[in-house]
C-alpha cells in the first residue's frame, strides 16, 4: 500500500448515506467477505469515527454494524474485524456525490488487502478509471470481483 497514493484530506460528514458496491479487488490471501455487502448507512459518530451498516446477502439481507475509528491521519481509519485483526480502511479517492473508492488492509500482513469502488446509484460509472490505476499499483497477485446488482441486498 506503501505505493498507492490516498486523498490527503476527507469530509467525513460527506460520506453520510447509501452506497452501492461497483466492483471489487483482493489479493489471495484476503478472505473477508466484507465485499459482498452495499453499506445501507454510514454515519458519522460524535467522536468523528464511521459507523458502516452494511447488507450482507445470505439467504436473505442481513444488516451488519462496524466501527471505523479515525487515526491521526484523516483519510485512515481502523477497523477490528472479530475473526481477524486489525485492518486500515483508507479512502484512496471519492467526489462524494457518486463515487469513492477505498483500500483495506490487515495491519501486521501488508499481502491480505483488498480495494474497492463504490457508487451512490447502482448505474452510476463514475471511478471506474481511477478504481483501474489503484489496481495497476498492487504489486501482488488480485482477484477482481464482479458485482451482479440483481443479487445484492438494496437500500
Avoid: Q
Avoid at 454515519?43 to 487515526?71: I, M
Avoid at 475473526?83 to 456525490?97: A, G, H, I, K, N
Avoid at 491480505?112 to 460509472?125: D, L
Wanted: charged residues 30%; negative net charge.
Amino acid at each position: 500500500v506503501e505505493n498507492i497514493r490516498s486523498k490527503n484530506d476527507l469530509g467525513v460528514e460527506k460520506f453520510v448515506g447509501s452506497w452501492y458496491l461497483r466492483e471489487a479487488a483482493k489479493t489471495m490471501e484476503f478472505s473477508i467477505p466484507l465485499f459482498d455487502m452495499d453499506i445501507k448507512e454510514v454515519n458519522l459518530t460524535p467522536e468523528g469515527n464511521l459507523e458502516l451498516v452494511l447488507l450482507e446477502k445470505t439467504d436473505r439481507c442481513v444488516e451488519k454494524k462496524l466501527l471505523l475509528k479515525k487515526t491521526k491521519k484523516p483519510t485512515e481509519f481502523e477497523i477490528y474485524i472479530s475473526s481477524e485483526s486489525s485492518y486500515t480502511f483508507c479512502v484512496m479517492e471519492t467526489d462524494y456525490d457518486s463515487y469513492f473508492l477505498f483500500c483495506l488492509y490487515n495491519i501486521s500482513d501488508r499481502e491480505k488487502m483488498a480495494c474497492a469502488h463504490y457508487v451512490r446509484r447502482i448505474e452510476e460509472n463514475k471511478g471506474m478509471n481511477e478504481f483501474k490505476k489503484i489496481l495497476r499499483t498492487l504489486a501482488m497477485p488480485y482477484t477482481v470481483i464482479e458485482v451482479r446488482t440483481r443479487d445484492m441486498c438494496h437500500v
